[in-house]
């Protein structure tokens, strides 16, 4: 807890004619000892040497910084002492409009809405910081041991990286031997530049490289029995053909791989009908046994058909299961927790997923052919979207220009048998004519299947369950937000990698591998040093619960989108601090409010909240509106409105929140109790397509609004006095509107009934 | 109807390949060459559907096909291709394989497809003209090279224009115009699409067309411009107007000189006031615009030989059929020139030789063209004729 405070406001970073001395006298006027020193700084990026001096010799505690965005330049205060920002200027000055939504034109002396509010925004921040305490180490002893799950490919490749960074590595691997999918893949697509030619797998010089390793444990016929702990001090069972191993585990790289769909999606085009009609990785297996080549061999990308007759077969079930009345209602009883069943994710969705590797692996396939016949043979390519990606566009032309690889886009409409060759009816084709095509064998696309969508790969002993969260979201894919958080599975400590996260070509499951181990690694040694691996990097405060007060209601547990408690048989929590993300969704969910981080926490919004002079007389000072806005996105796209000069309601008070999931319903109720006409929650999209950083916590915050409204009508008080709304980081235009219109309600809505009690 | 059953063809795409057409499996089918082109118009365009079916060894598609006709080869397409490929060439090589197959005998065509075919077909006019040059000898008693008593040379007292030329280049010139004319309707009837076609708007008979496209495409060679009327490339684009007209204009007046002179030799045997006699003396009238054209036919050849030299050869390559008509054309023209020199020169070894050499080019020139690149005198022709029944301009 703070005790000795300096506050320094940047002169050259608070404009718009407010009076700065007069906020450095309200604040020392009201808090007293606990304020060492206020300065008025001409430029705040040049007095971080006096600020410097000033910890040594006065002994402060804390610094507070009034001026810029706390995301404007923080890399230049980093001091011995916790450092805290009022954000005075993009959210301030630059934000302000009169209240009659004419524009501000800045002049000596502020108006007083603006005066006020820069005043409220200044003790907010003292209270802040009066409530802050550095935390306490979370630091834990680290196994520096990376289980590799699967031996393919992937697998490989990650456990030699793993052990070339300096970590010892435990390889399960479900066959009886290493290699993989890749033990049947005659050759290649490139693995390095130039990018061309057809590479050889080379498959024995990888795994030498891994048996011959010395700090590389290897179980073969194995599988996953348990994972139990957390990041850095994880024991992991494993199932070695019938005899259980244990092993202690520093973090996971998850490369189990896929599985192929399952021929019956493909029967419509004649596969499991015909000797004739094969799968790119069948065809492959008869490439590496030197089958003998027929003369015509047709790729047929294009599976529309069998998508379409799959649709038309499921509406006919649909239309089946209507006419024989509806379903007799699932039974079984209520309240008690299900048993945990695996759901089957796979789907035909997998074949589309697939499209790319069967793009580039029928290229290559088509090739071979050609080339094995010294170009006696024809390759038809028939494709609906060739899709090759990246730099493998330089292999598509290399394997192009080959006499015998004839391509064309085209709906393929029908597969059928003839004689001795196949027929492929082909429709609106470059050729300018719809034919049919003669082929001696039809080569149809391999769906890769991701293992997670059919199997539990972890065994995850975990309170929420022995699964990853959500498979379904990404249609039993072991992803969770690629793009923001790569190789992320919502289980911290666990990254995928290969085609287990998204079907790829051997040379982009090298980079994935590689990237996992990263990622592995820096779990790993954030353990080690106890901080947070991502967002949050670097973070070291972590939730810390008073046992004393908890209820047992398991809310938190439950809630916790990483699933990072796990709890006793009473339902008493159990915290893994190396598993959290610090983003306090427990705490949001706790209705004891016996969860807090040292430097955030119920009591210190709610001080802040307090902090907020709400004038008494509605009519003609205004409403007074609370922004509880996510720092990630919101927080960002307001600073961005601010620097813009889109202006919102000076009524407005904004404080951020690492994630709408840690706003606890009491803050709304000291909101209330203050005088706040209004509260916005204002957060990340939420729903199949998400944006919020914690993946659950807009959603999650979206589920106890209703809560909240119950609690508010209660009360007496109109439940549209609080909203969710939803902003992009990018919505920087749309947000003041937002903001505007909330507040014209509230004004139309009237004074909060609590107002001045 | 019935949909028709494909026969890709990977020995057709290997004979394209081999006549020029080396880059037909780069392309990927973005259809870039097609806006490219001035000439396509845009609801015909071309040359990317010409592309696919190289590709796919679809020789009736490509065989049958007016377009590669209309392309006059300015390049725009090969220039502007993403992927390196050039369909310039590649139509190029298309219309080489027709000239190669259109019409019998084919063995011909096999022979003018390749340079190893050239000894063979240097080989049958050499012989010819050395058997005619023998006999004669026998007339001049033995004497290969004679020359009168005034020390001037008379290559007619050797190659007797009424028994030997004449007859000779008579029967290789209607035999090359009738074979030549199958080809032309071979054609016709590959254009033709099944069934019948209406043609809405004001219609011209076909010698009507004919017309239009003998002076507006051979004698001014209207097209070069709208070749060069293409989008910007930031390649330099040579114009092959001039040289090609030149060229045409030569022909034009060599062909009339000939035509002169023959009504004159054998319709002096009629009417003696019009009889002429050569050779002719080197200021007369005709003999002076012989002279013309022979100048005008070594400058245009030199325009066009050296545009082929110093083109790009990534993008715009010249094949085997290109280089053996202008190789022909260079040696009739050289050969015709050097004749008449040493014959002034009165040199009569060399005289006698080089018109020998000079009768057995211009014979390779007539006999085998319908299987040369000069075919396209015909062959689009045709196709413009064709195209210009239908309402395109082509």
């Not at chain 1, 399960?172 to 590479?199: C, F, H, Q, R």
């Not at chain 1, 290559?364 to 090759?388: H, W």
């Not at chain 2, 004159?264 to 009238?285: D, F």
Request: aromatic share 10%; proline share 5%.
């Amino acid at each position: 807890m703070a005790e000795k405070i300096g506050v320094y406001f940047d002169l050259a970073n608070i404009g718009g004619g407010v009076n700065v001395q007069s906020l450095a006298d309200e604040a020392t006027k009201k808090w007293g000892n606990l304020i060492a020193l206020t300065k008025l700084v001409p430029e705040l990026a040049k007095a971080t040497d006096e600020i410097r001096a000033d910890i040594e010799a006065q002994g402060l505690d804390g610094v507070l910084l009034c001026g810029a965005s706390p995301r404007i330049d923080n890399e230049l205060y980093r001091f011995a002492v916790p450092v805290d920002y009022v954000n005075l200027r993009e959210q301030c000055v630059l934000a302000y409009k009169n209240p009659d939504g004419s524009p501000y034109i800045p002049a000596a002396t502020a108006p007083a809405n603006l005066q006020q509010m820069a005043q409220d925004y200044v003790q907010m921040g003292v209270a802040k910081m009066q409530k802050s305490t550095p935390p306490d180490s979370a630091a834990i002893e680290v196994t520096r041991r990376i289980l590799v799950i699967g031996g393919g490919w992937t697998g490989l490749t990650a456990a030699a990286e793993a052990v070339d960074m300096g970590y010892e590595v435990v390889l399960v691997e479900k066959a009886d031997k290493l290699g993989g999918a890749v033990i049947n893949m005659p050759t290649a697509s490139p693995l390095g530049p130039s990018w061309e030619y057809k590479s050889p797998t080379n498959l024995a010089d990888k795994v030498a490289k891994i048996t011959g390793n010395m700090r590389i444990t290897v179980y073969l016929n194995a599988v996953m029995a348990k994972l139990s702990g957390q990041p850095g001090q994880y024991t992991a069972e494993i199932n070695v053909a019938g005899e259980v191993k244990t092993e202690a585990i520093g973090s996971v790289i998850l490369a189990t791989g896929w599985k192929p769909l399952d021929p019956k999606y493909l029967e419509p085009m004649g596969l499991g009908k015909s000797s004739k009609v094969v799968t790119a990785a069948e065809f492959g297996k008869m490439l590496l046994a030197d089958a003998p080549l027929p003369k015509r061999v047709a790729f047929v990308l294009d599976t529309t058909m069998a998508e379409e007759a799959l649709k038309a077969k499921a509406a006919e079930a649909e239309a089946e299961a209507a006419a024989a009345e509806q379903a007799p209602q699932a039974e079984g009883a209520e309240g008690e927790e299900k048993a945990f069943v695996k759901a089957d994710l796979e789907s035909f969705a997998h074949l589309k997923y697939s499209n790319a590797v069967n793009s580039v692996g029928m290229l290559r396939l088509a090739n071979t052919v050609c080339e094995k016949t010294a170009d006696k043979s024809q390759a038809y390519i028939l494709y609906k979207n060739m899709t090759v990606p990246g730099i493998l566009e330089r292999f598509y032309k290399k394997m192009q220009d080959r006499l015998g690889v004839m391509m064309t886009k085209a709906d393929v409409t029908d597969i059928r048998e003839d004689d001795d060759h196949m027929v492929v009816e082909c429709k609106n084709t470059l050729l300018g004519q719809d034919f049919n095509l003669e082929a001696d064998l039809v080569v149809l696309p391999t769906g890769l299947v991701p293992t997670t969508a059919k199997d539990v790969t972890v065994q995850f002993d975990y309170r929420q369950g022995p699964e990853f969260p959500d498979l379904e979201l990404f249609d039993g894919f072991a992803d969770s937000n690629y793009i923001c958080f790569p190789y992320e599975t919502r289980r911290t400590g666990v990254y995928a990698a290969g085609c287990v996260r998204q079907p790829l070509t051997l040379d982009a499951c090298e980079v994935d591998a590689k990237g996992a181990v990263l990622k592995a690694v820096q779990c790993l040694e954030a353990a080690n040093l106890g901080v947070a691996v991502h967002p949050r990097a670097l973070d070291n405060s972590y939730p810390v619960f008073n046992f004393v007060r908890c209820t047992q209601c398991k809310r938190c547990t439950e809630e916790c989108p990483f699933g990072a408690l796990d709890d006793d048989e009473k339902g008493t929590p159990k915290p893994n601090p190396a598993r959290c993300r610090r983003c306090g969704t427990c705490f949001g969910a706790c209705p004891e409010r016996v969860i807090s981080f040292a430097n955030y926490n119920i009591d210190q919004i709610g001080s802040m909240i307090r902090q907020v002079v709400v004038p008494a007389d509605f009519k003609k000072e205004g409403p007074r509106v609370l922004i509880l806005a996510c720092e990630n996105d919101a927080y960002p796209a307001l600073d961005m409105a601010g620097m813009r000069r889109k202006a919102w309601s000076p009524y407005c008070r904004i404080i951020p929140v690492r994630c709408l999931g840690s706003v606890n319903a009491i803050w709304i109720s000291d909101a209330m109790s203050k005088g706040f006409d209004g509260v916005v929650l204002l957060g990340c999209k939420y729903g199949d397509d998400y944006q919020c950083h914690f993946i659950k916590g807009s959603e999650i915050c979206n589920r106890r609004m209703q809560n909240i409204a119950e609690t508010l009508d209660r009360l007496g008080v109109q439940p549209e006095r609080v909203a969710q709304l939803e902003v992009a980081i990018d919505e920087y235009d749309k947000v003041p509107t937002m903001i505007d219109n909330f507040v014209a309600r509230i004004t139309a809505l009237g004074p909060n009934p609590f107002k001045g009690m | 109807m019935a949909q028709c059953t494909l026969k890709p063809d990977i020995d057709f795409s290997r004979k394209l390949l081999e006549a020029g057409g080396d880059s037909l499996k780069k392309c990927y089918q973005c259809a870039t060459c097609a806006v490219a082109c001035p000439m396509a118009p845009a609801n015909a365009p071309y040359p990317r559907k010409e592309m696919v079916w190289a590709s796919w060894g679809l020789k009736d598609n490509l065989k049958n096909d007016v377009d590669i006709w209309l392309c006059h080869n300015c390049g725009n397409c090969s220039d502007l291709c993403p992927r390196g490929a050039n369909p310039a060439d590649v139509m190029s090589a298309a219309r080489n394989v027709v000239y190669q197959d259109l019409v019998a005998p084919k063995a011909v065509g096999s022979l003018m497809s390749k340079p190893s075919g050239l000894p063979i077909l240097f080989a049958i006019p050499a012989l010819l003209w050395l058997l005619v040059w023998w006999i004669r000898a026998g007339f001049n008693n033995g004497n290969w090279f004679p020359t009168r008593a005034d020390g001037s040379i008379v290559f007619g007292d050797i190659f007797y224009g009424d028994y030997t030329i004449d007859p000779i280049f008579m029967l290789t010139f209607f035999a090359a115009l009738f074979i030549i004319g199958r080809g032309a309707y071979k054609l016709w009837q590959a254009f033709k699409p099944e069934g019948s076609v209406a043609v809405i708007g004001p219609k011209k008979c076909w010698l009507c067309h004919l017309w239009d496209v003998l002076v507006e495409e051979i004698i001014f060679a209207n097209h070069f411009d709208d070749c060069q009327d293409g989008p910007k490339t930031g390649q330099i684009t040579h114009s092959r107007r001039v040289g090609h007209t030149i060229l045409v204009w030569a022909f034009c007046l060599l062909a009339f000189v000939t035509a002169v002179v023959a009504l004159g030799h054998w319709g002096g045997k009629v009417i003696p006031a019009i009889e002429i006699t050569t050779p002719l003396k080197p200021l007369n009238i005709i003999k002076l615009i012989a002279n013309l054209g022979a100048f005008l036919l070594v400058g245009g050849l030199a325009i066009l030989t050296f545009r082929r030299i110093f083109e790009k050869q990534d993008t715009h390559k010249s094949n085997y059929y290109d280089w053996y008509l202008l190789g022909v054309i260079w040696a009739v023209a050289l050969t015709g020139v050097f004749a008449q020199i040493f014959r002034l020169a009165q040199t009569a070894e060399c005289a006698f030789f080089i018109y020998y050499l000079h009768l057995v080019f211009v014979w390779m020139l007539f006999a085998y063209l319908p299987w040369s690149k000069l075919g396209h005198l015909v062959y689009r022709t045709v196709a413009l004729v064709y195209v210009r029944m239908y309402g395109r301009k082509g």
